[in-house]
């Protein structure tokens, strides 16, 4: 489900539905996951609270509590800065759009339980395939490393 606290121009909500099933499917993640499209301040606010970094980001994902033998109902929350993904596809020469997908992908990613900081490169392997599938511009992990 999309919710958009933040009007971001050029964002079909349905579109991107559509992208965040088949993103949650490639990814094989199971559950409902809630991608909030929000203000630069609410993704400051959230990444100071939970990572101790007081300061701007473009995407955070936090994983819904599931207890061991239960069917999962939910899966997580993926929350998005609207004007940093404005910036960065300004940036980059490509859509709002495309940039959602992309920061909704690696938000995905990380509620299936993948970790670029952590890994040895699989989930940037993975998101790189992913990006290709869906035809999209680069991946974050692929803009981290450049």
């Known amino acids: 489900m999309i919710i958009l606290q933040k009007k971001a121009n050029g964002i079909s909500p349905a579109a991107l539905n559509r992208f965040l099933a088949s993103a949650r499917a490639a990814a094989g ?12 301040s609410t993704l400051r606010r959230l990444n100071r609270q939970f990572r101790g970094k007081d300061h701007i980001t473009d995407v955070l994902s936090f994983p819904a509590a599931f207890q061991p033998g239960s069917k999962r109902q939910a899966a997580g929350e993926i929350v998005i800065s609207a004007e940093v993904a404005a910036r960065s596809a300004k940036a ?12 909704i992908l690696h938000g995905v990613l990380h509620l299936a339980g993948y970790d670029h900081e952590r890994d040895s ?6 998101e790189q395939r992913l990006r290709h599938r869906f035809r999209l511009p680069a991946a974050l992990t692929e803009r981290e490393a450049r």
Do not use: C, P, R, T
């Open 121 to 126: 490169g699989e989930m940037a392997g993975l």
């Open 92 to 103: 980059l020469g490509h859509s709002v759009a495309d940039e959602i997908k992309v920061l």
């Open 29 to 40: 993640l199971e559950g409902h996951v809630s991608v909030v499209i929000a203000a630069g």
